[in-house]
């Protein structure tokens, strides 16, 4: 975290996510560090990722039942691993806002044997089938709606929701198609701040391909997310420009996210392996039917293969 710095994570939040990270077996694949650029405090979530390949997630079920923080993960665990068997990553999301822990959202994303778009979606209805989610034909509705090759690339369940919704990550969509597909679908959000996240990303990234966060239960719900990913961001001191001129960072966090942009490979302690970190991408948000534009940057530590022959 001493990469990313204090103006993004302050030294309480950090020093709360090193020791829950720190009490977690060594078995993820990944971690991500999620950072809200326009508020003070430097206030993060942290997620770490699980790899069905590499046996990540079967590891972890075994530590789990041990900690009484994580009994309901290990149940869901349990009884997802039937439901969701075509799932190759499994990551769970912790926020760090609070004086405690949250307990975790969960997410997935399809593994290689998912090629079509069709099994995409059965695999976001099998993650709310594990959860209760009601979404009774929402999800059939959503899939006639969007247009080809548009698809989920991940699925979660928001545990901080006071409802439960299923969060879905949807690729093959360019910035400039966002504000048609969503008006395709119906969704009910504020349409005149859509407009103006859509021109925000086009600045900071052209037309390049982007993810759409939609949510859902037995609706849409008018909240989205517009992910940007880190190739497409090329002009780091546009970007931050842009974003405080939107009011979405303070002159600290934008000083800290450029700093912060680069990918960088690093030697991974202990190990002798290696690891890559830097920004993995930018998110643009609107949480509700209210205007109020948010900004996000997520961070990711990957392990990378040692081909010297050391496990990483």
Not at 147 to 158: D, L, R, S, T
Not at 244 to 268: F, I, N, Q
Request: glycine share 10%; charged share 25%; with cysteine.
């Amino acid at each position: 975290m001493s990469l990313i710095g204090p103006n993004l994570i302050g030294a309480a939040c950090a020093r709360s996510v090193s020791a829950f990270a720190a009490s977690l077996p060594d078995v993820a694949s990944g971690h991500v560090l999620e950072c809200r650029l326009g508020e003070a405090g430097g206030i993060c979530d942290y997620s770490f990722v699980l790899s069905r390949g590499n046996g990540g997630l079967d590891r972890f079920a075994a530590f789990v039942p041990e900690d009484p923080f994580w009994s309901q993960t290990a149940e869901v665990i349990r009884s997802a691993e039937g439901a969701l068997v075509d799932a190759g990553l499994i990551w769970l999301e912790v926020d760090f806002g609070a004086k405690e822990p949250s307990r975790p959202s969960f997410f997935v994303s399809h593994g290689p044997d998912l090629r079509t778009r069709a099994e995409r979606f059965d695999l976001a209805r099998a993650l709310a089938g594990v959860f209760d989610v009601s979404l009774r034909d929402a999800l059939d509705t959503l899939m006639r709606k969007l247009p080809e090759p548009v698809a989920p690339k991940q699925a979660g369940i928001m545990a901080g929701r006071s409802g439960r919704q299923l969060r879905l990550v949807l690729d093959g969509i360019k910035v400039s198609q966002v504000c048609a597909m969503l008006a395709r679908i119906g969704w009910p959000g504020h349409a005149r701040s859509l407009v103006r996240v859509s021109d925000l990303a086009r600045q900071l990234a052209g037309d390049a391909s982007c993810r759409v966060d939609l949510d859902l239960d037995e609706r849409v719900a008018p909240s989205v997310g517009l992910e940007l990913g880190y190739p497409a961001l090329t002009d780091p001191e546009r970007v931050v420009r842009c974003l405080e001129a939107e009011g979405l960072c303070t002159p600290d966090t934008g000083s800290a996210l450029h700093l912060a942009m680069s990918r960088r490979t690093l030697a991974k302690p202990r190990t002798g392996g290696r690891i890559d970190f830097g920004l993995n991408h930018l998110k643009l948000g609107l949480r509700s039917a209210a205007a109020d534009i948010q900004a996000k940057a997520y961070f990711s530590l990957v392990n990378l293969p040692d081909f010297q022959g050391n496990s990483v």
